[in-house]
Antibody, heavy 115, light 110 residues
Framework: EVQLVQSGEEVKKPGESLKISCKGS????????IGWVRQMPGKGLEWMGI????????RNSPSFQGQVTISADKSISTAYLQWRSLKASDTATYYC??????????WGQGTLVTV | QSVLTQPPSASGTPGQRVTISCSGS????????VNWYQQLPGTAPKFLIY???QRPSGVPDRFSGSKSGTSASLAISGLQSEDEADYYC???????????FGGGTKLTVL
């Protein structure tokens, strides 16, 4: 089955670090861009950035530049989103999604992060 | 404030046709294809329309997209109760060098 499976819900304190994951299966993970999207409680979707797992080429949204780090480990078909020091305003659900035809055709189930 | 502008809400009765608008600028909708997503309550977004008017496999033909200039629209015909969801437009923005989303439109089926 073609899917993206994200790591589970996290509850953290301000100032703590965090790394959440997104594992792809059922397709050639390394050959598709993976994007990260934030959805704050009761709010809309915000694009954070994308990564090409094959060579870790990364593009970050100016809105999130310096706030998070996007990375990938192609050997285990997994992309990551990382914070060094969480803030209460980072409380949100974070989605990873596969890019195809200029849009995002396959989504993970989301990871709820509560700070 | 979202870069792409959508009405916050829309509604219709079963069987009706509804449209949702999405307004942008020359750096996004005016020069890049528009995608649409459907988000049912408590679930991840679903790819609904890509390239302005193309439907991914499995999306019913009741859903259609169009674009003119710096605006785009999503039309849903034969409205059904299961269409009640949030709908988002999105496009690449050449000035911001990233994807921009609309603020979302909550569709209510009366």
């Amino acid at each position: 089955e073609v899917q993206l499976v994200q790591s589970g819900e996290e509850v953290k304190k301000p100032g703590e670090s965090l790394k959440i994951s997104c594992k792809g299966s059922g397709y050639s993970f390394n050959n598709y861009w993976i994007g990260w999207v934030r959805q704050m409680p009761g709010k809309g979707l915000e694009w954070m950035g994308i990564i090409y797992p094959g060579d870790s080429d990364t593009r970050n949204s100016p809105s999130f530049q310096g706030q998070v780090t996007i990375s990938a480990d192609k050997s285990i078909s997994t992309a990551y989103l990382q914070w060094r020091s969480l803030k209460a305003s980072d409380t949100a659900t974070y989605y990873c999604a596969r890019q195809l035809n200029g849009g995002y055709d396959l989504w993970g189930q989301g990871t709820l992060v509560t700070v | 404030q979202s870069v792409l502008t959508q009405p916050p809400s829309a509604s219709g009765t079963p069987g009706q046709r509804v449209t949702i608008s999405c307004s942008g600028s020359s750096s996004n909708i005016g020069s890049e294809p528009v995608n649409w997503y459907q988000q049912l309550p408590g679930t991840a977004p679903k790819f609904l329309i890509y390239g302005n008017n193309q439907r991914p496999s499995g999306v019913p033909d009741r859903f259609s997209g169009s674009k003119s200039g710096t605006s785009a629209s999503l039309a849903i015909s034969g409205l059904q109760s299961e269409d009640e969801a949030d709908y988002y437009c999105a496009a690449w923005d050449d000035s911001l060098n990233g994807v921009v989303f609309g603020g979302g439109t909550k569709l209510t089926v009366l």
